[in-house]
Nanobody, 121 residues
């Protein structure tokens, strides 16, 4: 069984910063890409940022220059540093990990339960 547990969400004023963390635990053989997605009320889930095992990153245009994704491969943990936050960043942020549970398993996507980020104007 694999679990992804997020932390670090909360309420912040516009212009402020938050740092999200997501730790994957359980039966994990190795982890491929990890990332963050968000879903605002009434909207579809959208990509925020992803990072490969080797450290290559990809960001949504709306967060480039403000957010930074990083990971610790030894801990199967991914982070999202969010700076210059805007009210439109308000959403539930979900962690994603593409991993396999053993050498003879396929890579599968796992999701965290989500953490609320609210940015007040």
């Amino acid at each position: 069984q694999v679990q992804l547990v997020e932390s670090g969400g909360g309420l912040v004023q516009a212009g402020g910063s938050l740092r999200l963390s997501c730790a994957a635990s359980g039966s994990i053989y190795n982890t491929n890409t990890m990332g963050w997605y968000r879903q605002a009320p009434g909207k579809q889930r959208e990509l925020v940022a992803t990072i490969t095992t080797g450290g290559s990153t990809n960001y949504a245009d709306s967060v480039k220059g403000r957010f930074n994704i990083s990971r610790d491969n030894t801990k199967n943990t991914v982070y999202l540093q969010m700076n210059s936050l805007k009210p439109e960043d308000t959403a539930v942020y979900h962690c994603n990990a593409n991993l396999r549970r053993s050498w003879n398993h396929c890579y599968e996507d796992y999701w965290g339960q989500g953490t609320q980020v609210t940015v007040s104007s």
